[in-house]
């Protein structure tokens, strides 16, 4: 379902090329439902922490250390079971809106979203293995999951590590790049592009689907 979704966009993306998205059509007001936007913010919330809590955390000793460490592993496991829910979700069953109004813009705005999904997962899984094959247990809240795999090899865990942290700087990146376009679209083209992710009253948007 998921690969059906992805493909969709993208087809309907290079559809509006042959098309021809210079004639307009006043189309009715659409916004994402309401779960869409509640799974777009609290994933935001936790990827933003996530990424500030790894960066600070060195900066201070025990038991604030401890308590940034056991919020990061927390976090990160709520994120693991959420985010695929969120993209099921947002490739099945969510509303599907049409991502721009030039083909170009379309595809690249697609490209972007589905890069940050893939990255996202990728850094969830470097982060379980970096932390369990370094003979750690992952820690949610009190509770403490063993590794279920012996500890990795030095040379290993360091790779593990460095290629969890350059994929985070990575996805914070590619997301900031996503907020500033969002901007664009709010003060610059001030079109309603950014209030599809508001759970406010509906507003007219010629991009609607």
């Known amino acids: 379902m998921i690969c059906e979704g992805i493909a969709f966009r993208f087809a309907s993306c290079l559809q509006d090329k042959v098309v021809g998205m210079n004639q307009k ?4 007001v659409v916004r994402y439902d309401k779960l869409t936007i509640l799974f777009h913010w609290v994933c935001a919330f936790i990827v933003i922490l996530q990424f500030v809590s790894a960066n600070i955390w060195g900066l201070f000793r025990n038991p604030l250390h401890h308590h940034l460490v056991v919020l990061h592993l927390t976090a990160g496991m709520v994120l693991s079971v959420l985010f695929p829910i969120r993209m099921i979700w947002r490739m099945g069953w969510g509303r599907h809106i049409r991502a721009a109004d030039r083909w170009l813009d379309c595809v690249m705005a697609r490209g972007v979203e589905y890069s940050l999904y893939g990255l996202v997962i990728l ?8 932390r369990w094959g370094n003979g750690q ?16 090899s030095a040379s290993t865990i360091y790779l593990l590590h460095r290629l969890h942290q ?7 990146a590619l997301a900031m790049g996503h907020a500033l376009a969002a901007c664009f679209h709010y003060f610059i083209l001030r079109d309603h592009v950014f209030q599809r992710m508001l759970m406010t009253e509906d507003r007219a948007d010629e991009y609607g689907k």
């Open 25 to 28: 059509t006043p189309f009715a």
């Open 137 to 152: 247990p992952m820690s949610f809240l009190t509770l403490q999951i063993r590794p279920p795999f012996e500890k990795f």
């Open 166 to 172: 350059c994929n985070g700087w990575l996805i914070t």
């Open 123 to 130: 850094e969830m899984a470097l982060g379980y293995l970096w």
